[in-house]
């Protein structure tokens, strides 16, 4: 049964449950991230200054990259209703433009007294890890009644 907002309830969840997404990462997603940060950095947006760079080329913001992570938290696992807590983040590659990027989020440990869940969160391309983290999340219970 879902929560009021529509997302699991934390009775609902188990450690070892996963939830994954696939996304390619567009020139639009590029530009309306820098535009809702600010976060202008050439990087992202001159390839003239990106070709210069370690990276060769243009990239995508890695904090996009990590909406990828919230997403899939907000929308699938746990879901609609969720709360974040904490989100620690470990960038291990960049994300191209154009690049399809597959989410995955792991239920690894439930706080039952707090109601807080705990998730494994990683992002790859082409197999191999771009992101990796751990997220905390507040869940709602089920409604007694």
């Not at 950095?41 to 890695?62: C, K, L, S, W």
């Not at 990259?65 to 960038?91: C, D, E, K, N, W």
């Amino acid at each position: 049964m879902p929560n009021e907002a529509g997302g699991l309830a934390f009775e609902e969840l188990s450690v070892g449950q996963t939830a994954r997404s696939s996304r390619t990462v567009t020139e639009a997603d590029v530009l309306m991230f820098g535009a809702a940060s600010g976060d202008m950095n050439p990087v992202h947006f001159d390839a003239a200054f990106a070709a210069t760079t370690r990276f060769e080329e243009r990239i995508a913001h890695g904090m996009l990259t990590a909406g990828h992570v919230s997403a899939l938290i907000g929308m699938r696992l746990p879901g609609p209703g969720t709360i974040y807590v904490s989100q620690s983040l470990t960038f291990k590659r960049p994300v191209k433009i154009g690049a399809t990027v597959l989410t995955t989020v792991e239920v690894t440990a439930l706080d039952e007294r707090r109601g807080f869940v705990t998730l494994s969160t990683t992002c790859s391309v082409e197999g191999r890890a771009v992101l990796e983290g751990e997220a905390v999340v507040m869940v709602a219970r089920k409604a007694q009644g």
